[in-house]
């Protein structure tokens, strides 16, 4: 069902700064309310679309690598990549079509993406020499953060000038147009790849895991695994990094929105300054990581633990202080800068091998 309301969400929604705080809010050219069509969904209902990606999400985080290592890296990635883009480019209409479609394709587009990091970790741990892995888990992980600056800007003037369904057009495209590249570059194995020379693929040899000879790291003690103390740890300091963050990612437009009262382009671009902050802290926390390891200025698991500390307790500190800013813009959004750019020094922490 589709109805005039004043604003991209339900006409129950409240907002909580009004329009006397407008002073304290310099980014701001235009108020948030704006004529146009809007869906009649519930705050339940809205909050539950944000949460049905996170659904899917969680149950392919393990599924995704034990695929993998049977198909290859490069096939689940790409065969997952292709649906959920396909997905996304339809989620307009699947939108239109019901509240349930568009809820069970979220939900799927989330078991799509739930593969990703864990293959990118798995073919970190084949491809990469040891003393080079926390700047190149660093480099792929901080192009999460860049395409989500980059994005959110860009969908506010989408919508600002075409509509929303633009931004799900595009960005289903971008990830049709990934797929063709990662098809034609992407290699599961180093004595595949046709354009490394020589001496790159002995010395990738030579610093490897060991694997079996379908060129896959050999199969895994779970059992070992899922009882060892460390183990637990880095899943624990995982779980609170990307609780943090995956919250401020879905649900910082919103409180700009509705909280603050930015307008769709001002919040676009505000939304995108905290994971510019995050893509630059998590590059160069990479780098100085290995730099500290390669020099051995300080033992591995120390320099992971320091890095752990910085990337969760700022951050908790910090969200909290920007909740106590009130209507103050620009000393909470400062606040959520600090907050999101500190979570990724996680990275090279608790997130790396």
């Known amino acids: 069902m589709v109805k005039e309301q004043r604003s991209v969400w339900s006409k129950s929604n409240e907002t909580i700064c009004s329009q006397d705080h407008q002073m304290i809010n310099p980014f701001n050219n235009a108020t948030n309310i704006e004529e146009g069509q809007d869906f009649d969904w519930s705050i339940g209902q809205q909050g ?13 985080q393990a599924a995704g690598p034990m695929l993998a290592s049977s198909w290859g890296y490069k096939k689940v990635w790409l065969w997952t990549m292709l649906l959920a883009s396909i997905l ?29 990091f864990p293959c990118m970790h ?30 959110f800007p860009l969908a506010g003037l989408l919508i600002f000038s075409f509509g929303w369904p633009w931004v799900f ?45 379908n060129g896959f790291i050999k199969p895994v003690p779970w059992k070992k695994i899922l009882s060892s103390s460390p183990v637990i740890a880095v899943a624990a300091g995982h779980l609170a990094s990307n609780w943090g963050n995956y919250q401020l990612n879905s649900l910082l437009p919103t409180y700009l929105a509705n909280v603050l009262q930015y307008d769709i382009k001002s919040n676009g671009f505000i939304s995108s300054l905290p994971f510019i902050a995050q893509s630059m802290v998590c590059f160069i926390g990479g780098y100085l990581t290995d730099y500290v390891r390669q020099r051995e ?57």
């Open 88 to 116: 996304t480019i339809l989620t307009p209409q699947l939108a239109y079509a019901g509240y349930g479609w568009l809820l069970a394709s979220r939900v799927l587009i989330g078991l799509c993406h739930g593969v990703s």
């Open 169 to 213: 057009y595009f960005t289903g495209f971008i990830g049709l147009l990934w797929c063709l590249v990662w098809s034609m570059m992407a290699y599961d194995s180093i004595e595949k790849h046709p354009w490394i020379s020589r001496e790159e693929k002995e010395y990738l040899k030579a610093t490897r895991l060991s694997v079996n000879d």
């Open 48 to 60: 539950d679309l944000l949460a049905s990606y996170y659904y899917g999400y969680i149950w392919t």
């Open 122 to 151: 798995g073919m970190v741990g084949y491809w990469a020499p040891p003393m080079e892995r926390s700047k190149l888990v660093s480099i792929y992980v901080s192009g999460a953060s860049i395409g989500t600056c980059v994005l």
């Open 297 to 353: 200025l300080c033992q591995t698991l120390t320099i992971r633990k320091i890095n752990t500390a910085l990337g969760l307790v700022i951050p908790a500190l910090t969200v909290v202080l920007a909740g106590y800013s009130g209507c103050n813009a620009p000393l909470a959004i400062s606040f959520f800068i600090v907050s999101v750019g500190f979570n990724t020094f996680t990275v090279p922490g608790c997130k790396t091998a």
